[in-house]
């Protein structure tokens, strides 16, 4: 069928089988993002509080359309997505294909979840989204530290994660999951207790870092990092301090909000000048650092926006950098490239301990 024929088929499935409401066409904002509707579930929309986990198959909530070509570049079909198996011989199913003139493709995909570095984690886990209450965007737990000043214990991120490129003062309110993750008051961690300010105008910088002492009643591991799955599985033990040179050519890894548990390799040490947007078009310049790229055949990113404040280490867990930088081309396999600061300066310029 044509893309208009299937827009006007899946606008029949959502009012007669799901019994969605159509409503004048409205700009929906998510973040920083935006998007038409049309059609909305009175259900869901009604819901104060989030649902209590799923006992049983939902039309409303398991059943995802979507588009797929056909061998004609003129034509498409519709994609049933079932996150049910209970649905797959349901007369739901049935009716949609009667609606879509059996045009269709069923998928099974699941029950799909949050991956769990984008959701609430008690107790806290590095790698976890993290932000400053009301924030609008996400960030990553690097790891966890001791005030050499204060004796607190906190958690390690980027100044721009954290403090938002110096623009939140100490003692603002921080929150796990972050707040671009749905994280609110209800989700505050800790405050933000100290952070290297960012400087401007060409003046060299050494890091992009940032510390949140941590609430006392809250409860973290800071040892164990961990891979992708849910529940997560550890994937290895922080080896800390580090004696681990950071050479190019050296194997590592992270766990970030974004993409996950990743692999990598340095590609280069000591890299001066390393200029970075810090938004609003916003130059500043960094000295001394490291600049990783994904390993050889990788066919995913070693980072992406929203894994700033991530830890890097070797495959053996010591600490190498703390991640706050990367484009998303260039290096292996065109993939990016991704800057860290050394983590003996993020340790150095907070005056922390590992703990």
């Given at each position: 069928?044509?893309?208009?024929?299937l827009?006007d088929?899946?606008?029949?499935?959502?009012?007669?089988?799901?019994?969605?409401?159509?409503?004048?066409?409205?700009?929906?904002?998510?973040?920083?993002?935006?998007?038409?509707?049309?059609?909305?579930?009175?259900?869901?929309?009604?819901?104060?509080?989030?649902?209590?986990?799923?006992?049983?198959?939902?039309?409303?909530?398991?059943?995802?359309?979507?588009?797929?070509?056909?061998?004609?570049?003129?034509?498409?079909?519709?994609a049933?997505?079932?996150?049910?198996?209970?649905?797959?011989?349901s007369?739901?199913?049935?009716?949609?294909?009667?609606?879509?003139?059996?045009?269709?493709?069923?998928?099974?995909i699941?029950?799909q979840?949050?991956?769990?570095?984008?959701?609430?984690?008690?107790?806290?886990?590095?790698?976890?989204?993290?932000?400053?209450?009301?924030?609008g965007?996400?960030g990553?737990?690097?790891?966890?530290?001791?005030?050499?000043?204060?004796?607190?214990?906190?958690?390690?991120?980027?100044?721009?994660v954290?403090?938002?490129v110096?623009?939140?003062?100490?003692?603002?309110?921080?929150?796990?999951?972050?707040?671009g993750?749905?994280?609110?008051?209800?989700?505050?961690?800790?405050?933000?207790?100290?952070?290297?300010?960012?400087?401007?105008?060409?003046?060299?910088?050494?890091?992009?870092?940032?510390?949140?002492?941590?609430?006392?009643?809250?409860?973290?591991?800071?040892?164990?990092?961990?891979?992708?799955?849910?529940?997560?599985p550890?994937?290895a033990?922080?080896?800390?301090?580090?004696?681990?040179?950071?050479?190019?050519?050296?194997?590592?890894m992270?766990?970030?909000?974004?993409?996950?548990?990743?692999?990598?390799?340095?590609?280069?040490?000591?890299?001066?000048?390393?200029?970075?947007?810090?938004?609003?078009?916003?130059l500043?310049?960094?000295d001394?650092?490291?600049?990783?790229?994904?390993?050889?055949?990788?066919?995913?990113?070693?980072?992406?926006?929203?894994?700033?404040?991530?830890?890097?280490?070797?495959?053996?867990?010591?600490?190498?950098?703390?991640?706050?930088a990367?484009?998303?081309?260039?290096?292996q396999?065109?993939?990016?490239?991704?800057?860290?600061?050394p983590?003996?300066?993020?340790?150095?310029?907070?005056?922390l301990?590992?703990?």
């Open positions: 069928m044509l893309s208009s024929s827009k088929v899946q606008a029949e499935i959502f009012t007669e089988v799901f019994g969605f409401s159509e409503v004048a066409s409205a700009t929906i904002v998510s973040g920083t993002h935006e998007y038409e509707s049309t059609f909305i579930d009175p259900i869901l929309q009604s819901r104060a509080e989030p649902a209590e986990p799923r006992a049983q198959s939902s039309i409303r909530t398991d059943i995802a359309l979507g588009t797929v070509p056909t061998e004609r570049d003129t034509d498409v079909r519709l049933v997505l079932m996150q049910s198996e209970d649905l797959m011989d007369a739901a199913l049935a009716r949609i294909r009667a609606i879509a003139h059996d045009e269709v493709e069923v998928i099974f699941g029950r979840v949050a991956t769990w570095t984008r959701t609430r984690q008690r107790p806290l886990r590095i790698g976890s989204s993290i932000s400053p209450i009301s924030a965007y996400s990553t737990l690097g790891f966890f530290a001791r005030s050499n000043a204060s004796d607190k214990i906190g958690m390690v991120s980027n100044n721009h954290l403090a938002n110096n623009g939140h003062p100490v003692g603002t309110r921080i929150v796990q999951q972050a707040d993750d749905g994280g609110r008051s209800a989700d505050a961690v800790g405050v933000l207790g100290d952070y290297v300010p960012i400087l401007f105008g060409g003046l060299p910088n050494s890091v992009d870092a940032a510390f949140a002492h941590l609430d006392p009643q809250i409860g973290y591991d800071a040892v164990n990092m961990f891979g992708n799955g849910n529940p997560p550890t994937i033990t922080l080896k800390r301090p580090s004696s681990v040179p950071a050479l190019p050519g050296l194997s590592v992270k766990t970030g909000r974004t993409t996950g548990h990743t692999r990598g390799r340095v590609r280069a040490i000591n890299v001066n000048n390393y200029v970075v947007n810090m938004g609003a078009n916003r500043a310049r960094f001394g650092q490291i600049v990783f790229e994904a390993e050889p055949g990788a066919t995913q990113a070693f980072s992406r926006a929203g894994d700033s404040g991530s830890l890097i280490t070797d495959l053996e867990g010591s600490p190498i950098a703390l991640l706050f990367g484009s998303t081309s260039g290096g396999g065109n993939l990016g490239i991704t800057g860290g600061n983590i003996s300066l993020v340790l150095r310029q907070l005056n301990s590992w703990i």
